[in-house]
Structure formats: structure tokens, C-alpha cells
């Protein structure tokens, strides 16, 4: 069983920074595809980044250098760092792990809350 833990959400004024970690369990973690994905109120849930098992990223547009995501596959963990927040990345943030094609997947994060707010 794949289980999916985050940390690291709150309150933050416009302007700052937040990280955001997902402790992964249950299989390899060395060979997921990882991603980091929100849910603003009232809107779809959207990609935000991703990182793949040799460490290739992809970025959001909206998130294009104020975010960035890494992978410790020595800790099973994966990390958002978010500076630079604004408003409108109010979400509640999820972490995403893959083992397709090869295992299962896709698996979830229960969430947790940013909030950007003055």
C-alpha cells in the first residue's frame, strides 16, 4: 500500500515563502514519477509541477520561477519550495506518485492547506 503524507501548508503573507514536503511509503520511492498538484476553490484541480525518476522537471507557467520542486529519494521525500506567493495560489496542494507503466498508480496526498492572505 502507497500512502502519501504532506506537510508544511499555512497561512503566509503575499511575498512569502512556504515548503511543502510528502513523506512517500509503501514502495521504491526512487523510481516514481512525482508531482505536486492543487485545488483552488471554486476551480479544477491543476498541475503545479512534476519531477521524474532521473530528476527531469516541468513547471506550471503560473509557477515558472517562484516555485521549485526536488526529490530526496535517500529520505522518500518529496518538496516544494514556494517563494514569491501570491493570492491566487490559495489551494489546497496534493502530491502525486506514479508507478505506471511498469506498477500502479496514480496514488494521493490527503492535502494541505496554503493559504496566502495579508
Known amino acids: 500500500q502507497v500512502q502519501l503524507v504532506e506537510s508544511g501548508g499555512g497561512l503566509v503573507q503575499p511575498g512569502g515563502s512556504l515548503r511543502l514536503s510528502c513523506a512517500v511509503s509503501?514502495?521504491?520511492?526512487?523510481?516514481?514519477?512525482l508531482g505536486w498538484y492543487r485545488r483552488a476553490p471554486g476551480k479544477q484541480r491543476e498541475v503545479v509541477a512534476s519531477?521524474?525518476?532521473?530528476?527531469?522537471?516541468n513547471y506550471a507557467d503560473s509557477v515558472k520561477g517562484r516555485f521549485t520542486i526536488s526529490r530526496d529519494n535517500e529520505k522518500n521525500t518529496l518538496y516544494l519550495q514556494m517563494n514569491s506567493l501570491q493570492p491566487e495560489d490559495t489551494a489546497v496542494y496534493y502530491c502525486?506518485?506514479?508507478?505506471?507503466?511498469?506498477?500502479?498508480?496514480?496514488?494521493w496526498g490527503q492535502g494541505t492547506q496554503v493559504t496566502v492572505s495579508s
Open positions: 509503501g514502495r521504491r520511492f526512487s523510481i516514481a514519477e
Open positions: 519531477i521524474t525518476s532521473d530528476g527531469s522537471t
Open positions: 502525486n506518485a506514479d508507478y505506471r507503466p511498469r506498477g500502479s498508480g496514480p496514488y
